[in-house]
């Protein structure tokens, strides 16, 4: 599986903004796949943000972003999606998207439940 963010930027806080990853499955392949994003600011460590299922029918919130930030998925278009409103200063990081065919990010949201990343798209909040 390869991954490809997009649709980082500079904005202001109190805006909305979408992010974006497109998934390259291989061909032909079956498998389903459990999404994420993930955000990185400088001298911090990863932090989980949200994650959803194949079905769209589990998805799970960090703390730091729940009820302001929506993930889905279009599995039709191979396309993940991060829905950004109220952003604030804090929220300033390398957004990174990750893919896995388990369902361990319902246990426990961290890196190690996802097999497959990809590159990050920066988001910086101006205040």
């Known amino acids: 599986v390869q991954l490809q963010a997009s649709g980082g930027g500079l904005v202001q806080a109190g805006t909305s903004l979408r992010l974006s990853c497109a998934a390259s499955?291989?061909?032909?392949?079956?498998?389903?796949?459990?999404m994420g994003w993930f955000r990185q600011a400088p001298g911090k460590e990863r932090e989980f943000v949200a994650a959803?299922?194949?079905?769209?029918?589990?998805?799970d919130y960090g703390t730091s972003v729940k009820g302001r930030f929506t993930i889905s998925r279009d599995n039709a278009r191979n396309m993940l999606y991060l829905e950004m409103s109220m952003v604030k200063p804090e929220d300033t990081a390398v957004y990174l998207c990750?893919?896995?065919?388990?369902?361990?990010?319902?246990?426990?949201?961290?890196?190690?439940?996802?097999?497959?990343w990809g590159q990050g798209t920066l988001v910086t909040v101006s205040s």
């Open positions: 959803i299922d194949w079905n769209s029918s589990v998805t």
């Open positions: 990750a893919a896995d065919r388990s369902l361990r990010w319902i246990v426990e949201a961290d890196s190690d439940a996802f097999k497959y």
């Open positions: 499955l291989r061909p032909g392949s079956t498998d389903t796949y459990s």
